[in-house]
């Protein structure tokens, strides 16, 4: 099996887990991933991510042309940014999660960071997590927001919208997913119950050790 083959079917089998487990819905959210010659697999626009053909999958080459398969999801400028300002990144999840995306509503969120330190894989997987302005769906707009961000955040939350987050393969950028969606419930069960935080100290030793791949 070709490199590129094995990525399609890995594509499509973690979007058949992630939708099966409601953590997006309908045709919402969109995977990227890059290929060794340069290239993104992208997955279609109005394609349910629980029934994805990986066949089917939008192919670029390494100067940015729809090459092969559906035409691509309309963010795209989403996924290119990260691309263009990480180095390091090797795929982009985009979901329309529940818990990510209702925390972005509340008005008392820190938009530079908008996850309290609750777990220790919080800070490792994740770093601050910048909520981005409302944009709307497929607004070029939502691009050059993380440009400007210089490659400085792996995750963000787009408000009323959803989390993206980048991550050096496409299982580690699922992992991080999980990660933001679940401290995201967290967050939101804790609000206003006054929870004991992991200190500065606790999280300057996190970062120090793991040298988490964020910033």
Same mark, same amino acid.
Do not use: I, N, Q, W
């Given at each position: 099996m070709s490199a590129e083959t094995a990525l399609r079917e890995q594509i499509c089998t973690i979007a058949r887990s992630i939708f099966d487990r409601g953590l997006t819905g309908g045709a919402s959210g969109n995977i990227s991933a890059r290929l060794p010659d340069g290239g993104l697999l992208v997955t279609p626009t109005g394609a349910s991510m629980g029934t994805l053909d990986p066949a089917r999958l939008s192919r670029f080459d390494a100067e940015g042309r729809h090459i092969d398969g559906d035409r691509p999801t309309k963010e795209m400028p989403l996924h290119t940014a990260f691309y263009d300002t990480r180095a390091s990144t090797g795929a982009v999840v985009h979901l329309h999660s529940t818990h990510s995306t209702a925390l972005s509503m509340l008005r008392d969120v820190d938009p530079e960071n908008m996850l309290p330190p609750l777990t220790a894989y919080s800070i490792m997987r994740l770093g601050k997590v910048v909520r981005l302005p409302y944009f709307r769906p497929g607004d070029p707009a939502m691009g050059e927001a993380v440009r400007g961000l210089?490659?400085?955040?792996? &995750? /963000?939350?787009?408000?009323?919208?959803?989390?993206?987050? #980048?991550?050096?393969?496409?299982?580690?950028?699922?992992? &991080? /997913?999980?990660?933001?969606?679940?401290?995201?419930?967290? #967050?939101?069960?804790?609000?206003?119950?006054?929870p004991v935080l992991l200190s500065d100290a606790e999280v300057m030793e996190l970062v120090r050790i793991h040298k988490p791949d964020w910033d």
């Open positions: 210089a490659g400085r955040r792996s &995750a /963000m939350v787009l408000a009323h919208h959803g989390p993206v987050v #980048a991550g050096k393969d496409l299982e580690a950028a699922l992992y &991080a /997913m999980e990660e933001l969606e679940e401290t995201s419930k967290l #967050a939101l069960l804790l609000r206003d119950r006054d």
